[in-house]
């Protein structure tokens, strides 16, 4: 976060962020949401343009399902939403809360000119509220 007070989501936002490729495993995706401890990753194209969202939710039953049946798990893009709801980096951490407390994702991929730039938590827009309030 910027030593000075954020109030946009650029100033608070993750730009090294986790995403994943349709054609990419479900159990690959799993993995990689554990590691990271995220509770659902952006689902890009070649030119990092936003195509969908998956999140543990999405691929937890998918997981269960080929243990037990021992399955091959599914891809990506049999699995992501299509309909995501993303920010612009120029939006403000103020009326972005405003928004989040209507909507119930965790993790909103920031998107500038149609491209994944970054990704924004509930997490971080409470913390930056926080330091908001100190001012």
Do not use: W
Request: hydrophobic letters at 40%; proline letters at 6%; aromatic letters at 4%.
């Amino acid at each position: 976060m910027n030593r000075a007070t954020p109030s946009t989501v650029r100033d608070i936002m993750s730009r090294d962020c986790y995403r994943f490729s349709p054609n990419a495993s479900v159990t690959t995706l799993a993995k990689g949401l554990a590691l990271h401890r995220l509770p659902g990753a952006p689902v890009v194209d070649d030119t990092d343009r936003l195509i969908g969202f998956i999140s543990e939710q999405d691929v937890m039953g998918r997981v269960l399902d080929s243990i037990y049946h021992d399955d091959e798990a599914p891809l990506v893009k049999e699995m992501m939403r299509h309909e995501v709801l993303s920010v612009s980096p120029n939006k403000s951490i103020t009326d972005l809360a405003q928004e989040m407390l209507g909507s119930k994702p965790k993790v909103y991929p920031v998107v500038e000119q149609q491209r994944l730039v970054g990704i924004v938590t509930r997490r971080d827009i409470l913390i930056a509220l926080l330091a908001i309030r100190r001012h």
